[in-house]
């Protein structure tokens, strides 16, 4: 039912709202269309300087390219075997050098030049394993073009690299000598691009057919999706393949090269949409004004009926101890009157719910307590630990201590969240013991990021790990086995890592643990037991479901299990 108040608000607001709202929308799309135009006119120039400046930039270092290749000093180097002793060997290759230091000497473009012989030889300056390495796994993707150019962008090395094979133009250019490569700084290609965005928010992106090489403003950006714009060609909005999101694209080929330009429609409708929320800003404190008014002109109409909504609203929140005053004889009087025997009868149920529930968990702790009193198992154990050291039993009491220690950080004290120091010591007791129970046939060590020493976890997820290693891998060697426990930092979490060498498990193994973990009543003995399932539930308990158990194995070789738990 409408109360008085809210009728004479909505008047209001609707007497103010829908003049405003009609001019916002008109001036809004009005801005839209201009500004959709005016980018349209302004990128299509922007992107066609660019084109040309990047085919510029692309034309120079094939030519540099060619007059290597052509190079009679590097022709005459790379033609004669480099095993070669004598005085005119020496003479090409010191006319080889000056010709290296020569085209690397005044250059516009930061690049390394390296030229590699057929035998997989490398020349020139700053030769490292990462540049070596890669020259070699390219020489054969050089041969299938026959002396083209190719371009490619290295991820690992961060740079743009032209390389093409060299033949031999003196005898017969279908005779392969050499390869050279050019590492080409990115540095200037990407502040040639920066020059031309006509918003901070426009993207580029700039390969060639092949898709060796890319150079992206945006690497989040779906590769897929840029690459298929090139077909869709110059769009105003299209729906793009990613967030469901409108873009405006630009598409410039160039030769064997495609530019593509892209802006999401929300970025160029940016002032736009700033004008708007400023008028709805006009708006809101017009309404504010009209509320104001008519909270002063209703107040004598709807002040009861403001307290008997107040008094619903207190007993909606559970409180119940402020009472209505009953001041009228009236309607409004009747219904305080029942708001108030409502609000006593609720308030007793309450309280009797709460003194059973209080009950219930009473009677569930006693019961935890009878079945098992920590005391009185320290007590025992090192009462045990006394008499095997009485009868100098130093493996009995070692074992003793170590199950006492294991059991103090295991019960701690009813907690579920230990630290991570805590958790290692508890399954460092535990591989104690089975070193003296498998003796010469177990051995283990822990590394231990001290940073994450005194994170929280929650407990009891190392030993269970620890235990399947043991079980399912190491006794079942004929060798004596190692288990290597890791627990490391990664950005805002760490990684906890149980790694063994023993018998290790096939994929169709590794398929069948992994099902078992999200089921509540696998077979035991084909998933390797309760403990794993029982960790992995715990954890995607505790963090939510992208947390749990991941494995690694190797037939033979070993076994890896990881846990990523998150620092905060």
Known sequence: MRTIRSQMMLFFSLLILIPIIISCTNLYYSLQSYLKESYMRQQDQSINNLASELNDWRFQLEEL????????????????????????????????RQAMQTYGGTRKVEYSIYIARMNGTIYGDGLVSKIDNYINSRMAEAAKYKGTAVWEYVDELDTVVLYRQINNNEVDLKNPIGYLFLFIDTSDLEKTIARYKVDNYQQYAVYNNDRTF??????????????????????????????????VTFVEPRSDWTIVSWISKKDILRPARDLFFGILFIAFVLILFCVFMVLFLSHRITKPLHK????????????????????RNDEVGELATAMNRMSDEILSLIQKNREEEAKRRLLQLQTLEYQIN????????????????KHKDPIIADIVTYLSRLFRIGLNQGRELITVKEEVRHVTYYLKIQEIRFAGQLFWDVDLDDQLAEVKMIKFILQPLVENSINHGIRRRETPGHIHIRVSKNEECFLLEVEDDGIGMSPE??????????????????????GLRNVHQRLQLHYGLPYGLQFKSVEGKGTTVSVKLPIK
């Open 65 to 96: 390219s060619l007059l290597l290749f052509g190079d009679k000093r590097i022709q005459q180097f790379l033609s004669h075997p480099n095993t070669e002793r004598s005085g005119e060997q020496l003479e090409r290759a010191i006319e080889f």
């Open 214 to 247: 890319e150079i992206r403003t945006d690497t989040q950006k779906n590769r897929i999706m840029v690459h298929d714009w090139k077909d869709l060609g110059n769009e105003l909005l299209h729906k793009a393949f990613e967030n469901n999101e409108d873009y």
């Open 308 to 327: 008997v909504q107040q008094q619903m609203k207190l007993i909606g929140e559970g409180i119940f101890l402020f009472k209505m005053p009953v001041v």
């Open 374 to 389: 920590p005391h009185f198992l320290y007590n025992t154990l090192d009462s045990v630990n006394m008499l095997a050291r």
């Open 509 to 530: 193994q590794l398929d069948r643990i992994q099902q078992s973990l999200e089921e509540d009543n696998s077979n035991e003995e084909q998933d390797h037991g309760f």
